[in-house]
């Protein structure tokens, strides 16, 4: 039988950095439609997992590399969270992967929204807390990791959650150039409209601002001792 640590044994060998395992009662104030039970109704435990983001993208000239990096870890993350379902059927567990990068219009509360959160999974799974900036932020990488989870029938010993790290100093939500963090939910549409698109100039569609990522003092994580950045801000 699989324990915790075997489950995220299998999760590292796939390309995981982090890994964390929450059961399915922690989802309770999961918007209507999008509780890891509304997705697959015999789901036991969300299993969330974080990839790391290149740090020397926050300081780069061009935002060529951060866009780039964005497109191309998503589909890293959609392969590891697809791998493990298989490996797991080999072990007669059944998981159902969730998309990390895709959204769809919940016309109850007039947002895109992924089928399940993924930043909401990894703070229930104990991989970080969720910031002013709505960003995850985890000990070991801040909010330099990218996310993916699976939902699994089988139950597991859940992780503890994490303290949250964010501090409340509000400078993440001083930086936005739009206001996009003035209320307690990021306007969404409004950071989308500002940050991502073509650039006519350029003739390119990039990212081309993540203010809010790279103000916040624990950007790298309490933990990440390895990388000093000098980040302009
Ligand atoms: S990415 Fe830019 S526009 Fe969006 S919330 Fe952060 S600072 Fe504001
Ligand atoms: S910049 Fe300050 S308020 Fe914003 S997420 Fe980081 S610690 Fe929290």
Known sequence: MLDNRAVKKIMFSLGADLCGIASVDRFNDAPKGYHPLDILPTCKSVISFACRFPVGTLICKSHIPYTRTRNSITPKMDSIALDFCIEMEKRKIIC??????????DKNTDRYRSII????AAQAA??????RHSLLITPEFGSMVWLGAVLCE????????????CNGCNLCVDVCPINALQNPEINQQACWNFAFG???EERVWKISCHKCRDICPYNLGSQNSLVELNIEK
């Open 96 to 105: 159902v992967p969730i998309p990390t990068n895709e959204s769809q219009w």
């Open 117 to 120: 959160s993924q930043k909401h």
């Open 126 to 131: 104990g991989l970080g807390t969720i910031g």
């Open 154 to 165: 089988q139950e597991f010993e859940a992780d503890e959650m994490k303290a949250p790290v």
């Open 198 to 200: 073509d650039d006519k």
